[in-house]
């Protein structure tokens, strides 16, 4: 159903009293979006930059767990890039009284995209925190809770992967709003699954290699910055 602003079809109506301006709309979160992609890029690509030319040039030496960060990485670049296309298209951070249908239905395939692109990016990082913990000791008491912490991070992500490319029938009905009859699921659930599950496997990750901490013979200062060592990786 859609309502009309000046003439113009919306998929909601504003709220009492606001004057909509579609040709300048109010707008949230800009500069700090750009901030943060342009800071957190350059940062992120610096540490990038070290850890391939440590494992390139002078370990000569290449894990699974490069592989597993570089998809990561890539992934995450790809989905940043998008959100800050959709910011200058301003389809992100306007309200949806103030876009026009055509602008609303870029933001709904904008909403269907960018999960699918997150959900690799969160795996990628804690699958390759995970093979890095594997290889700090053969012992089994160990690897087995990592190797069951690896099960519940990849098939958690799958099944959230599946739900966030299928959520509707047709698939189109996610996004298209020329489809009337479609059936979709709770999408806000999905979205707080995914979250809740990215919390729980993060405190899951942080977890697993505080025993072998605890373990060491070593000063309770040393056990400290080590445990604080892994949770700022674990972060």
């Known amino acids: 159903m859609a309502f009309f602003v000046n003439g113009v079809p919306v998929a909601m109506p504003p709220p009492e009293g606001y004057i909509v301006d579609f040709d300048n709309p109010q707008r949230n979160s800009v500069t700090a979006a750009y901030c ?138 996610a996004w298209d709003l020329a489809i009337t009859e479609s059936t979709c699921m709770d999408r806000p659930a999905i979205y707080k699954a995914i979250a809740i599950m990215g919390a729980a496997t993060d405190a899951i990750v942080l977890a697993v290699p505080m025993p072998p901490v605890y373990r060491l013979r070593v000063p309770l200062r040393q056990k400290i910055g080590l445990a604080a060592l892994f949770s700022v990786g674990a972060l």
């Open 36 to 173: 943060l992609y342009g800071i957190g890029n350059a940062l992120a690509l610096l540490m990038m930059g070290q850890r391939v030319y440590f494992r390139a040039a002078i370990q000569k030496t290449v894990y699974l767990e490069d592989a597993f960060l570089g998809v990561a990485y890539v992934f995450s670049v790809v989905l940043q890039t998008l959100i800050i296309r959709d910011f200058a298209r301003g389809i992100m951070g306007t309200h949806v009284y103030e876009m026009p249908l055509p602008k609303f239905s870029l933001f709904l395939t904008a909403l269907y995209q960018l999960p699918i692109l997150y959900n690799p990016v969160q795996c990628g990082t804690k699958m390759a925190l995970l093979l890095v913990y594997n290889r700090l000791t053969p012992e089994l008491w160990f690897r087995i809770p990592v190797w069951t912490t690896m099960f519940i991070v990849c098939a958690a992500t799958a099944v959230l992967q599946f739900v966030t490319i299928f959520p509707c029938s047709p698939v189109r009905g």
